[in-house]
């Protein structure tokens, strides 16, 4: 175990070894001069000037303490920093490259979204954007797609329902003209008559056959259609 233990004094290292009465079993440093200690078998100076280590094995009870010098802790912390340096900036920049890259795509999205609907504000009635993500903007281009759908039937309803309220009104309308153009077609005809116009009386007849067959041809057409 000593050796073991020795073998880790290297590259300004010390250790310290007590027993469970706190008397020294073990004491080494491999270190420059400026860093070696005064009380190297003080367990309380070494804590106080260096960076200590402490591990209590429970079989022996006795006390491994490992110690640095701080200032060589710091140097090489700063050595492995500085040597990191170019590792940590390509990882930054990276980091930075995709965040754009997501957040040009997501903008990219949205504005195709905003385009659509300035369309639509325009007339079109179609929806040009789709998307297939579960993120925010996925939901939101599919609920707006719903929305649109929903739109769209709504105003084919209400065509549909003008187009056939149009159809009635004409041909209520109809109905409340034809009989009072028929009795004063009728009453005409009958005073060209008695006044012996036999002509303007055979005129007067064809232009009503020729009306009422094509308002029967109009009514037809309507049936068809319905």
């Known amino acids: 175990v000593l050796e073991t233990f020795a073998d880790l004094l290297t590259e300004n290292r010390g250790g310290l070894i007590l027993d469970e009465q706190g008397n020294v079993v073990y004491s080494g440093y491999h270190m420059d001069t400026p860093y070696k200690p005064d009380k190297e078998t003080s367990l309380n100076y070494l804590k106080e000037h260096y960076v200590c280590i402490e591990k209590k094995i429970e079989d022996t009870k006795w006390n491994f303490c490992l110690y640095q010098p701080k200032e060589e802790l710091e140097k090489s912390v700063w050595t492995l920093l500085l040597g990191n340096i170019p590792v940590l900036l390509l990882c930054l920049f990276l980091i930075l490259l995709l965040g754009y890259f997501f957040s040009r795509k997501m903008v990219e999205r949205l504005e195709q979204l905003t385009e659509n609907m300035n369309q639509i504000?325009?007339?079109?009635?179609?929806?040009?954007?789709?998307?297939?993500?579960?993120?925010?903007i996925g939901v939101l281009v599919r609920t707006f797609t719903r929305m649109m759908d929903e739109i769209n039937k709504l105003i084919s309803q209400v065509y549909e329902a003008k187009i056939k309220l149009q159809k009635t009104e004409m041909k209520a309308l109809q109905a409340q003209i034809n009989p009072h153009f028929l009795y004063n077609t009728l009453d005409m005809i009958n005073w060209?008559?008695?006044?012996?116009?036999?002509s303007q009386v055979s005129q007067a007849v064809q232009a009503l056959t020729r009306f009422y067959r094509l308002t029967l041809g109009q009514k037809e057409l309507f049936g068809t259609i319905d």
């Open 121 to 136: 504000n325009l007339g079109l009635r179609k929806v040009t954007v789709v998307s297939q993500s579960k993120d925010e």
């Open 192 to 198: 060209l008559a008695k006044s012996g116009q036999i």
